[in-house]
């Protein structure tokens, strides 16, 4: 078993920065893969990025690429989503999951262990 606790999250004005956190407990060498997801009210779980937690191989969805960064901690079991230069049509929940295996890491089903969500606000 994995249990993920993040924070991080806020309100911050256009243009500004964040980094949500992931920490990991439990069982946090089990982790293969560290997904991140959003969600707005009334809308689909979409894919925002993911990292591979032996070597930090990255992957992110287009609308975010140079603009978030991924990375993680190995000895404390966290992930990190550092997000940069943001918009308005940042706003939503943000989630981070894990998986213990090699997997389709853009799909919300190839996660077994999810975190409990953090609000992400960015005003005009």
């Known amino acids: 078993q994995v249990q993920l606790v993040e924070s991080g999250g806020g309100l911050v004005q256009a243009g500004g920065s964040l980094r949500l956190s992931c920490a990991a407990s439990g069982r946090p060498s089990s982790t293969v893969v560290m997904g991140w997801f959003r969600q707005a009210p009334g809308k689909d779980r979409g894919f925002v990025g993911a990292?591979?937690?032996?070597?930090?191989?990255?992957f992110y969805e287009d609308r975010v690429k140079g603009r978030f960064t991924i990375s993680r901690d190995n000895a404390k079991g966290t992930g990190y989503l550092q997000m940069n230069s943001l918009r308005s049509e940042d706003t939503d929940v943000y989630y981070c999951?894990?998986?213990?295996?090699?997997?389709?890491?853009?799909?919300?089903?190839?996660?077994?262990?999810w975190g409990q969500g953090t609000q992400v606000t960015v005003s005009s």
């Open positions: 999951a894990s998986v213990s295996r090699h997997t389709i890491v853009d799909r919300a089903s190839s996660y077994d262990y």
């Open positions: 990292i591979i937690w032996s070597g930090g191989r990255t």
